[in-house]
Each structure stands twice: as structure tokens, then as C-alpha cells.
């Protein structure tokens, strides 16, 4: 089984909201990541979680606080979200086992919207 | 730096055509590779993958892609498209430490009847 899944599938907030963003995997897998996608774009790396620690901040705005309680879980708290923040928000897994390649495998995604 | 181009934005070939999605990478040390596909709205599904060994590698849905060293390529192949086979479809490199994914622009797959 080789499935990540995202809730919620689509999401509409306003500027003062606070709403988040879970991710979730049973696969064992000990890295889990957050990418953001604009449209007709590729992906672009937000963080990465390894063994539950954050490993990569690439240079995300604090209106977005990234969480992983556990293994198995991950979250993206948003607030005071501006218009451009508006995006599919892609959740992804990989066994982070030393010495190997890693394959990240992703979740369906939450598409955001940001009014 | 690790970079992916894919000098195709949009193709468009015709259902039963053969199709071949360029990837050309740029990365210093031996690169590891990645197909993913993407439906609209969707998120992104593993195609196949290289680390080592063959070059020629086979993957889900019919597609193979070759590494090509000398070309720094990674093209996908598939011998006879069906419709559903319309989507975008993207080439990435992963670094050594095996946590940053790099990808390619895209391509946007699209399949006459």
C-alpha cells in the first residue's frame, strides 16, 4: 500500500482565518513533506519532517506552521493567508531507511482557496 | 545545483501514437531519477524510477523511460497511447541525501481521438 492521504480535498478561507491542513501515512515511512503547487506549475518544497523533527525550511513565511505529531501524521497550520497563498497544497512519504534512495509518494493533495 | 528541463510544455499525439516526453538533467554526482503523472486536480503518481543498474527501466501504465549518461537524459517512452494517458506529466531529480526532489517544468499531455 503505497497511499498518502490529505483532508481536506478543497478548502476556502478567508484572510483572518485559521484553518490546517493533515496529512497521513501508513506506510512506516519516517520523512514526510509539504510542497505547494500553483497552477501549471511544478511542485515547489516547502518542509521536510524526518523521524518527526523538521529537517528543511525553505524560506516559508510563518503564516504557515508546519506540525508532525507523530510518524504517521503531519500538519499545515495556516493563518492571516494572503490571496497568492492560493494553491494545491501536496503532502508526501518516503521510508527515510539509511542508505537507500528515497521515493517520495504523494497524497491527492488540498486545493486551497485563499479570498 | 540539480536542474531538470523538459523542453516540451504541450504535445499533443493522437490515441494509439507512440509518445516520448523529453527530460534532460543537470546534477554533479550520479543522478537519481523520477517520472511522475499528474490528472488534473490531482496529485502527483510515481511512474517509475532510476538508481542504478539498467538503463532501460519499466514502469506502470505501459511507460519505460532510458537513461542516457552521455545526453543527461531520462526520456519516457510509451509504445501506444490511450486517452486516459492525458495529463502532465513531470521529470525529477533526487539528491544524494535522498530528501530534495527537483522537477522539470512539465508536460502537458494531450490525446486525440
Known amino acids: 500500500d503505497t497511499e498518502v492521504t490529505q483532508t481536506p480535498k478543497h478548502l476556502v478561507m478567508g484572510m483572518t482565518n485559521k484553518k490546517s491542513l493533515k496529512c497521513e501515512q501508513h506506510m512506516g515511512h519516517r520523512a514526510m513533506y509539504w510542497y505547494k503547487q500553483k497552477a501549471k506549475k511544478p511542485p515547489e518544497l516547502m518542509f521536510v519532517?524526518?523521524?518527526?523533527?523538521?529537517?528543511i525550511n525553505e524560506s516559508v513565511p510563518s503564516r504557515f506552521s508546519p506540525e508532525c505529531p507523530n510518524s504517521s501524521l503531519l500538519n499545515l497550520h495556516l493563518h492571516a493567508l494572503q490571496p497568492e497563498d492560493s494553491a494545491l497544497y501536496l503532502c508526501?512519504?518516503?521510508?527515510?531507511?539509511?542508505?537507500?534512495?528515497?521515493?517520495?509518494?504523494f497524497g491527492p493533495g488540498t486545493r486551497l482557496l485563499v479570498l | 545545483a540539480q536542474s531538470v528541463t523538459q523542453p516540451d510544455i504541450h504535445i499533443t499525439v493522437s490515441e494509439g501514437a507512440s509518445l516520448e516526453l523529453r527530460c534532460n538533467y543537470s546534477y554533479g554526482a550520479t543522478p537519481y531519477l523520477f517520472w511522475y503523472v499528474q490528472s488534473p486536480g490531482q496529485g502527483l503518481q510515481l511512474l517509475l524510477k532510476y538508481f542504478s543498474g539498467d538503463t532501460l527501466v519499466q514502469g506502470i501504465k505501459g511507460f519505460e523511460a532510458e537513461f542516457k549518461r552521455s545526453q543527461s537524459s531520462f526520456n519516457l517512452r510509451k509504445p501506444s497511447v490511450h486517452w486516459s494517458d492525458a495529463a502532465e506529466y513531470f521529470c525529477?531529480?533526487?539528491?544524494?541525501?535522498?530528501?530534495?526532489?527537483?522537477f522539470g517544468g512539465g508536460t502537458r499531455l494531450m490525446v486525440k481521438p
Open positions: 525529477a531529480v533526487g539528491n544524494n541525501a535522498g530528501n530534495m526532489l527537483t
Open positions: 519532517y524526518s523521524y518527526e523533527k523538521l529537517s
Open positions: 508526501a512519504s518516503s521510508l527515510k531507511h539509511p542508505g537507500t534512495q528515497e521515493t517520495q509518494y
